[in-house]
């Protein structure tokens, strides 16, 4: 064990805050004269800031870490091991399908497999800490970041996040196939206005403390050891010099005694904020909030010294944020070994292979959501002609942004997936020869959607459409009549347009990561049942963002799921329904519920209801069913959702087969921050649905009493 008081002591202020500074991976090769490269994002680095900084961002590969480590202690004046940290959000080299994709498994153990698959790999390859999980809550498909969280439902959010955690850091991360997580990004990133990456929020405490602060506490829960801040100002307050945020609530209420790092380069911009008149103020306003390292930017190492002289920070306030970085190299266990579990050899031998893939391709099956099916999927072999078209037939450009290493080149495309497997013609685009190439057939795998660029960070779209190129082909494709089977990649819920109306069937596939095309060949082929559900509204138009279903109500709700009714809420020139619901997906089979039953209709202190149905697969293959329990809060002080998911189980069923599903309600499950702000439950009627998504109708209600 290192004496870390004893080493704080030894060490100069300079030293001290560059323990503060992350740089970034590419600073460090060297230009002919063997200087380093001595800029960073335009930001000025001399090679003495360098070779003492306190940790790295985005350097990849065993080698590279191993002799960067090893010229770092030798140059650095205290020999303290550099904290390699990179964004591996869902693969290091393997990649999963994205968070989004993940949540739509509904199976959070699916998120703790990737994450742990993507831990060993970005751990061989010298990693430490990884820059995830996101767990901001999200409602509006015109952020691009949308693909990067779980979803809008501050639950499943919560389950997933923690999954992650767990997956990343396992018992301890200090093992050498373990990563450090940090949650991000803290707090309510997720909800910029407009949609608009970076924008502002405004959220208030108890909408905050409902709907956005429980997914980060749960992956403080799980463990996680680091905390990156939000980019967004909150109520005003940018969030990387936040007090309330960092210090009451994460660090007062929560206790927490990790790392805060702050977003990329988001303490200089304090000051374009308008919060800081300068470099020095955007400084002590973070330190001042709790942050510790500041990523990329440098206004702590130069202006800590004089903000001390001034009599405005103390050299103390600088010890303890020291203090907790190194107690997290020690943590990581870097003292004793800072090349923790970089191995060239073992990265040779599991980036991208086999049992990895294999994890990848079957994860990615589950994930999938199947909008639509008119009884044409799954495909069967017969004599008709079938053509796969579009910008995504047979592109191997697949990944999303946060692809960390992962190379089109490793992933499957959707005719790579199909070949072998059945006959058919792909041409690559949406060109006259594509359309000739549909005229003359009589099936369509149409495989479309966004690009990569158009969605994750700086990814907003102010139209959630089909690109044009897209929607003029798609229409040219549809008027042809023929039997049109969707495959649709996005970073986000789209409008899909006439194919909602038109295709036979879509498949909706996100960004599914390597193996991306093989699953789909899974799922097209009924090797592999769809069974994802939405978590995440999808809206009819973009004029619908931000949709979501656990809103509030209103005094003029819309009745009709197809009309607006004038002087209700709602648009005159669309639905108030999204096109497809949270919660929502089809199977290649038909499930059928019974009533909903209560088992009384009182609940007490102490108590619980069992609320409960028959589920039976009444269609023709075997499949699973997500059975969602949500609950309706009738009145209380403050107007309460008109849904809330507050259970879900899924059930597999073979054809014919009938399954009694039951969800014990208690009173802790009911409770919310009230009009006086405390959390706790209120006497009265609630309403209980029990279906296949947030629009179920299969309701029952009771009353409770405290
Ligand atoms: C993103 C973070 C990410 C960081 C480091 C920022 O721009 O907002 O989510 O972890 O860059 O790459």
Known sequence: MVDLEALISKMSLEEKVLQLLQTTGELYNPDESGKLMGNMFGIEIDDYMAWNAGSVLGLEGAEAAIRLQNEHMEKSAHKIPLMFMHDVIHGYRTIFPAPLALACSWQPELAEKASLIAAKEASAAGTHVTFAPMADLSRDARWGRVIESFGEDVMLNSLFSEASVRGFQGDDPKEKDQLAACVKHFAGYGMAEGGRDYNTTEISENALREYHLPTYKAALN???????????????????????????????????????????????????HGFADDNDEAALKALKAGVDIEMVSTTYYRGVKSLIEQGLLSEDEIDTAVMRVLQFKETLGLFDNPHKGADPKLEEQLLLCREHRDAARNIATECMVLLKNESVLPLRKSDKKIAIVGNYADNKDILDIWRCTGKPEDCI?????????????????????????????????????????????????????????????????????????????????????????????????????????????????????????????????????????????????????????????????????PRYPFGYGLTYTDFTYSAAELSKDTLCKGESITASITLANTGKRPGTEVVQLYIRDMAGSVSRPIRELKDFTRVKLNVGEKRAISFEITEEMLRFYTLSGEYKSEPGRFKVFIGENAHCENSAEFRLFI
């Open 413 to 577: 495309s959707v005719a790579e997936g199909l070949q072998g497997k059945l006959e058919f013609n792909a041409i690559n685009g949406c060109s006259d020869e594509a359309l000739e190439l549909v005229r003359a057939s009589d099936v369509i795998i149409l495989a479309i959607g966004e690009t990569p660029e158009m969605s994750a960070e700086a990814g907003s779209r102010a139209s959630i459409e089909l690109p044009e190129e897209e929607k003029r082909f798609t229409e040219s494709v549809l008027q042809l009549g023929k039997q049109v089977i969707a495959v649709v990649f996005a970073g986000r819920p789209m409008d899909l347009g006439m194919l909602n109306e038109k295709a036979n069937a879509i498949l909706y596939v996100w960004f599914p990561g390597t193996e991306g095309g093989n699953a789909i060949a899974d799922i097209l082929l009924g090797e592999k049942e769809p069974s994802g559900r939405l978590t995440i509204s999808f809206p009819v138009s973009t004029g619908q963002c931000p949709i979501y279903y656990n809103a509030l109500p209103t005094g003029r709700p819309t009745e009709s799921l197809e009309e607006s009714t004038r002087f209700r809420t709602g648009y005159v020139d669309a639905p108030t329904f």
């Open 222 to 272: 799980a463990g996680s050891k680091m905390v990156m801040t939000a980019f967004n100002a909150l109520n005003g307050v940018p969030c990387t010099g936040n007090k309330w945020l960092f210090g009451d609530i994460l660090r007062g209420e929560w206790e927490f005694d990790g790392v805060v790092i702050s977003d990329c380069t988001a303490i200089g911009e304090l000051v374009l």
